[in-house]
């Protein structure tokens, strides 16, 4: 067992080293990206998840994600990586959206989340609560 909270406070994931696999649950999906579910789901904890898988997928212990929804993943290392990457920019473009105005969550999720279809917007929003809390939080980011 893997702690990797994030998504929700307990959320984890189980590797399988017969296989080099990981089964990540919620934590890395197989197409799309992860909620992270305000207020359960923090957003330092993700981060700090996602870094762990990293290690593990950069050196070659995990080569395979089995998410909790979607298809098996052979390239581990560069989805970790791509979920990283996309979290740095969401929380880039939130800044922006702060720094033009935004005021609020739902503010910010009109301006970050503009062509992601509106079905999506309330989940968007649990994710925007925990990038502001994240921004807003001890040394503030």
């Given at each position: 067992?893997?702690?990797?909270?994030?998504?929700?406070?307990?959320?984890?994931?189980?590797?399988?080293?017969?296989?080099?696999?990981?089964?990540?649950?919620?934590?890395?999906?197989?197409?799309?990206t992860?909620?992270?579910?305000?207020?359960?789901?923090?957003?330092?904890?993700y981060?700090?998840?996602?870094?762990?898988?990293?290690?593990?997928?950069?050196?070659?212990?995990?080569?395979?994600?089995?998410?909790?929804?979607?298809?098996?993943?052979?390239?581990?290392?560069?989805?970790?990586?791509?979920?990283?990457?996309?979290?740095?920019?969401?929380?880039?473009?939130?800044?922006?959206?702060?720094?033009?105005?935004?005021?609020?969550?739902?503010?910010?999720?009109?301006?970050?989340?503009?062509?992601?279809?509106?079905?999506?917007?309330?989940?968007?929003?649990?994710?925007?609560?925990?990038q502001?809390?994240?921004?807003?939080?001890?040394?503030a980011?």
């Amino acid at each position: 067992m893997l702690a990797t909270p994030g998504h929700t406070g307990d959320s984890v994931s189980f590797v399988l080293p017969a296989e080099n696999a990981v089964l990540t649950g919620d934590t890395i999906l197989g197409r799309g990206t992860t909620v992270v579910a305000h207020p359960d789901g923090v957003l330092a904890d993700y981060l700090d998840s996602l870094a762990r898988l990293k290690a593990r997928t950069g050196s070659g212990e995990l080569t395979q994600i089995l998410p909790g929804h979607g298809p098996t993943v052979s390239e581990a290392d560069e989805l970790v990586s791509f979920y990283l990457v996309h979290r740095a920019e969401r929380l880039d473009q939130v800044r922006e959206a702060l720094a033009a105005g935004a005021e609020g969550a739902d503010e910010v999720v009109k301006r970050v989340y503009a062509d992601v279809p509106r079905a999506v917007w309330p989940a968007a929003r649990l994710s925007v609560l925990a990038q502001l809390a994240y921004l807003e939080g001890p040394g503030a980011r």
